[in-house]
């Protein structure tokens, strides 16, 4: 699936106190403006309760976003004396005069010491000088938001109360896709551009904030790459909708058809999944490394994330090889693949190098145990998907653990089947899965890597407007509400039949 990030908050901040244009005198004060607006979209945002409210305000941050940035590089461009390009493609040079240097305050939200287990909030904000440092996390925040989009599409879509159609899961995914490659995007532009990539380097280094860092955006990048072409296979991956649609309670169809499981791709699937094994792998090491270079490193939820999402990955190929041996009728090595994927998910009954056999273990206390356990396991997942498809949030949302439950489940049900096949009608022996993961093929891109993010420019019209002087200001620079108080509040989760109770500080 996609991570669930949390997106950060911001102080006020009044660019009037900072700087001035002789060129362009309304330029401050719009750029004051538009930046407001984002300022209470995302304390908004902060305050609804986790779970459909937050993800249906998404567009309204992506929106206040894409308005805000146009101003903050006509501002950028002006300091440094370039010549801002309008949407048409005119240039035109703004003067611009700092008075003193511009600070800011954001509030980190990956790093390790600002995470609580329960997504709470910690630390205070994290104040930062210069120009860059407000677009490095307005740039990083877009990131979030985009990710996040992808998530909420694709997640309402396959754990609806209804089944999704395949036209429906088609544009859900595409969708997600799109937005997936535009947030890595975002994060290559912070990791390439000579601009951003100095100035996020000296702040990360020099205020210990692991959000800014080059290897932070770079593995960030590399996990939107892995999301979106897991999305690119889930696309067509009917075992795994098949899945879902049995732990479904309000599903209907079984009473008329069986789930459809038609011929797939399996051996193009397989590479596919061992490309986002690779990049996932990349992410992990990547953001393994900046924790490991300083006191303070990214929150411990998303290397975890990166990690098992790698292991996931790697998973489904091993999945896929077994259903292009099954189709061949070769369905021992099927079964062989399918306890290499089980290895690869670290499930104990799968460990690599275990002896296998088709036979079944008789009696004993281990197998009470086991069995116990999963019966546990099985009533925690139904319970969570009936929290699903009730629009609410149980222990653990479809995604948090990067796929790792559906992808078990899917794995258990077509090892089940084939085994009793085997069993029955094939009698194939079962060769040993350890060397299988070793010797897995090389990974196949589905996606080009995307190139660095396009800020968006100013319309012409709203550069001519800025050529006037500025007009009373709407808001003063003490006139914002102050939110420093509410860090103990965490996100509500949602449970059946209650409403959350709603205060000033209740919600961050």
């Known amino acids: 699936m996609v991570f669930s990030f949390i997106l950060p908050t911001t102080s006020h901040l009044s ?4 700087l001035s244009s002789s060129t362009h005198p309304s330029l401050p004060q719009s750029a004051s403006t538009t930046r407001h607006a984002l300022q209470l979209a995302l304390k908004t945002h902060k305050r609804l309760p986790r779970g459909p409210q937050q993800d249906s305000h998404l567009s309204t941050v992506l929106t206040t976003l894409n308005d805000y940035l146009p101003y ?6 002006g300091l440094s004396g370039k010549p801002v390009e309008s949407s048409t493609g005119n240039q035109e040079e703004i003067e611009i005069v700092l008075h003193k240097e511009i600070e800011t305050e954001w509030r980190a939200t990956l790093t390790s010491n600002s995470l609580s287990l329960r997504g709470r909030q910690k630390t205070g904000r994290v104040q930062g000088h210069g120009i860059d440092f407000e677009i490095g996390f307005v740039l990083t925040t877009l990131g979030y938001v985009l990710s996040s989009l992808a998530r ?22 595409q969708t997600a896709t799109k937005y997936l490659l ?8 912070l ?26 955006q770079s593995a960030l990048s590399s996990l939107a790459l892995a999301e979106a072409t897991l999305l690119a296979v889930l696309k067509d991956d009917s075992y795994v909708t098949a899945c879902i649609q049995a732990r479904n309670p309000n599903d209907k169809d079984w009473m008329v058809r069986a789930p ?18 690779e990049y996932g792998e990349q992410a992990a090491a990547g953001l393994g490394a900046v924790s490991a270079e300083g006191k303070t490193g990214v929150a411990d939820d998303l290397i975890r994330y990166a990690r098992v999402l790698g292991r996931v990955a790697r998973a489904r190929a091993c999945r896929f090889f077994g259903v292009d041996a099954e189709l061949v009728g070769k369905i021992g090595e099927g ?10 998910l670290g499930l104990k009954s799968a460990a690599p190098g275990e002896k296998e056999t088709p036979t079944k273990s008789r009696g004993g206390f281990s197998k009470l145990k086991r069995e116990w356990a999963e019966r546990r396991e099985g009533r925690k997942m139904e319970k969570d998907a009936g929290n699903r498809d009730r629009g609410e949030k149980g222990e653990l949302d479809p995604g948090d ?27 194939q022996l079962i060769p040993p899965s350890t060397d299988l993961l070793a010797n897995l093929p090389s990974g196949r891109d589905i996606h080009s890597p995307p190139g660095p993010y396009k800020l968006p420019s100013l319309d012409e019209d709203h550069l001519v407007r800025m050529r006037a002087p500025p007009t009373e200001e709407d808001f003063g620079p003490g006139s914002d509400i102050d939110d420093s108080d509410d860090e103990a509040a965490a996100p509500t989760r949602d449970t059946p039949s209650t409403v959350p109770e709603r205060s000033e500080s209740a919600y961050y």
């Open 191 to 216: 990791l390439t551009s000579p601009s951003f990539a100095n100035t996020t380097r000296t702040l990360a280094a020099g205020l210990n904030v692991p959000d800014l860092d080059p290897a932070t």
């Open 401 to 427: 653990d990067a796929g790792r439950e559906e992808e078990g489940r899917v794995i258990e049900m077509l090892e089940t089947k084939w085994v009793r096949m085997n069993d029955t009608i094939n009698t």
């Open 152 to 173: 909420s599409g694709v997640v309402r879509t396959l754990y609806a109360s209804t089944t999704p159609s395949a036209e429906q899961r088609t544009a859900a995914v």
């Open 15 to 18: 660019f009037q106190t900072f």
């Open 182 to 189: 535009q947030a890595s995007s975002v994060h290559s532009l």
């Open 335 to 344: 079964i062989a693949w399918l306890r290499a994927a089980k290895g690869a």
């Open 72 to 77: 903050l590089l006509a501002i950028s461009h």
């Open 260 to 277: 459809e499981i038609p011929k797939v791709r399996a051996l193009l699937f397989a590479r596919l999944c061992v490309r986002a094994a």
